[in-house]
């Protein structure tokens, strides 16, 4: 059995650079990103010096007993308004499946607690079901859409816009822990 004690969030390190580049191409996760080309090399690694210099983002890696699964980004990071943008995913597929649920409590735990931001807001692309249904569990709320706003595969597409405040993930991130803990 799967405990949330088995996970971990941590800074990016060195080591897990190209680990990461490899999941932002992978077929399983390029799809739902709002810019699906193939990202090479280079363009990564001035990606994430871009992250590094940048005091309104922030990236962690979720460790599953020391190994990597999974990559949180925070965006658009505001302190005079404690707001900010997150974005996600498993880039293991081979980890246990209640990973991205326990990914998205110590990811929401730190955002608000340790960062003390307000609110988290999501775009979702409206046909990533699994994703939206997944905010909803964690309690985000929709708020919005952009009419058309991608061009995907020759069509364009909505995105959804979600938010969470820390007041309603204080309340429910005790449910979500408690059923993680009886499972």
Known sequence: MTSINDYSLRNLGRNEIE???????????RPFMNHDDLIPLEEHYRWLEA???DAGRLVKLCFY???PVGFVNFSH???KNNTCEWGFYIGDQTCPRASGKVMGILALDYIFKERKMRKVCAQILDFNGKSLSYHHKLGFTEEGRLLKQLLKNNQYIDVVLMGL????WEKHSEFLKEHMLSK
């Open 19 to 29: 680990l990461v580049w490899e999941w932002r191409n992978a077929d399983h996760i």
């Open 51 to 53: 992250v590094e210099k």
């Open 65 to 67: 007993q020391e190994k």
């Open 77 to 79: 990071i505001d302190p």
């Open 165 to 168: 405040f820390k007041e309603q």
